[in-house]
Structure formats: C-alpha cells, structure tokens
Nanobody, 126 residues
C-alpha cells in the first residue's frame, strides 16, 4: 500500500487549499485516515482524522471550524480542506492510514497508523 499526498502550496493568510491523499494497492474501506503536520523545528502533530466506514471525524482544536476532512469513495481519496489559513498552519502535511478495528491507540496518536504518505508542503504567508 502506498499513500500519495498532494495539493500543498503557497497561499496568503486567509486563503484556502485542498489536500488530497490517494491510496494505491488498497481501497480506504474499513480504514482510519489521519492527517498530521510538522512545522520546521517542531514535532509532527495531529491535525484531523476520519473513520472511513462510519464517517466520524476528529480535529485538533486549533483547526476546528477551518479545516474539513472528507472522503471520495469513487476516487478512493481523502481530502483535507484548509480554509482561513494562518501563518502558523505552515508545515509539511502527511496523511496516514490504518485498516481494521483497533483499540490500542487513539486517532490522534501517530502510533496508530501503519502507512504514511510522503508529505506535502503548505506555506502560508502573512
């Protein structure tokens, strides 16, 4: 399984971007997909997650109301819509996935995920 993240770019504060995460080799059915981000000199942090089959979504507090995670079954793709972007949103964004039922980690934990994409850079200028 390979995950491919795309859609990053340079945008002014207040602007929008849509990130995509596509999977090859497997459908996202029965998966939990998470987005994380890592700013320069900082640890990689949880941003959002979705449980594909039930549609439950999760967000870190700093992005609630601005970011939206969604699925496209036909395209086997996860989207992360980034609105009202702020300079502090600047980071490399990674998508990640885990298939099946789990009870060992929460969706906000990197340890939950077995597969990771290569990351896409989001830069927000002030």
């Amino acid at each position: 399984v390979q995950l491919q993240a795309s859609g990053g770019g340079l945008v002014q504060a207040g602007g929008s971007l849509r990130l995509s995460c596509a999977a090859s080799g497997r459908t996202f059915s029965s998966s939990t997909v998470g987005w994380f981000r890592q700013a320069p000199g900082k640890e990689r942090d949880f941003v959002a997650a979705i449980r594909w089959n039930v549609g439950s979504t999760y967000y870190t507090d700093s992005v609630k109301g601005r970011f939206t995670i969604s699925t496209d079954n036909a395209k086997n793709t996860i989207y992360l819509q980034l609105n009202s972007l702020k300079p502090e949103d600047t980071a490399v964004y990674y998508c990640s996935a885990r298939w099946g039922v789990y009870r060992d980690y929460g969706v906000e934990s990197q340890a939950l995920y077995d597969y990771w994409g290569q990351g896409t850079q989001v830069t927000v200028s002030s």
